[in-house]
């Protein structure tokens, strides 16, 4: 799987854009990005995935450029509850055998 | 549909001692993970399922066994825990066709 870095931690305010770019200079051409999310004392949780451009739930935004050596996880007005550690990951699309978790991001809200 | 369950929540062990920590789905999952996490670093794979009767060893499965006799369960065993092997402990599933894998709520270990 390719190798992925993240800022270790970031912090923000309630109401803010939190942006937390993902480098992954040696992406396969079939590997995807996934972002997990993980409060506290809980396992992680699935919020995106996507291969090229953009993606966007209920939850996120996925801005991948052209060259896919990178991505940005954006998380549209957070909350305090938004407060929590974001994972990077790059492999094949269901190829969940392997998923190698980085260190992450730890994003921290404030009132 | 409780998703993925974990047993125990909390365990301490002393060194020496063995245990083995259950996960259940009910997703009819067809794959199966257990993860490590010690504080402040990412999940590392300590062994995987693709299928009932089938593991196989992750990142780091020194230390640990698994066995997957029903599809719904899998076991993590530990024959003779080691102060090394406190953690937090995180079971997750994916079915066949799926992309995201499911957390458990996760095991907390201690060895003395």
């Known amino acids: 799987l390719a190798k992925t870095t993240q800022p270790v931690s970031m912090d923000s305010y309630e109401g803010q854009e939190v942006n937390i770019t993902c480098s992954h200079n040696n992406i396969a051409t079939n590997d995807y990005i996934t972002w997990y999310q993980q409060f506290p004392s809980q396992g992680p949780r699935f919020i995106i995935q996507g291969y090229k451009t953009k993606v966007t739930n209920e939850v996120a935004s996925l801005f991948i450029p052209a060259d896919r050596k990178s991505s940005t996880l954006s998380l549209p007005r957070v909350s305090l509850s938004d407060t929590a550690v974001y994972y990077c990951?790059?492999?094949?699309?269901?190829?969940?055998?392997?998923?190698?978790f980085g260190g992450g991001t730890r994003v921290l809200v404030k009132p | 549909n409780a998703g993925v369950t974990q047993t125990p929540k909390f365990r301490v062990l002393k060194t020496g001692q063995s245990m083995t920590l259950l996960c259940a789905q009910d997703m009819n999952h067809e794959y199966m993970y257990w993860y490590r996490q010690d504080p402040g670093m990412g999940l590392r794979l300590i062994h995987y399922s693709v299928g009932e009767g089938t593991t196989a060893k992750g990142e780091v499965p020194d230390g640990y066994n698994v066995s997957r006799l029903k599809k719904q369960n899998f076991l993590l065993g530990l024959e003779s825990a080691a102060p090394s092997q406190t953690s937090v402990y995180f079971c997750?599933?994916?079915?066949?066709?799926?992309?995201?894998?499911?957390f458990g709520p996760g095991t907390r270990l201690t060895v003395l």
């Open positions: 997750a599933s994916r079915g066949s066709q799926g992309d995201t894998q499911y």
């Open positions: 990951l790059v492999g094949v699309k269901a190829a969940g055998n392997k998923l190698t």
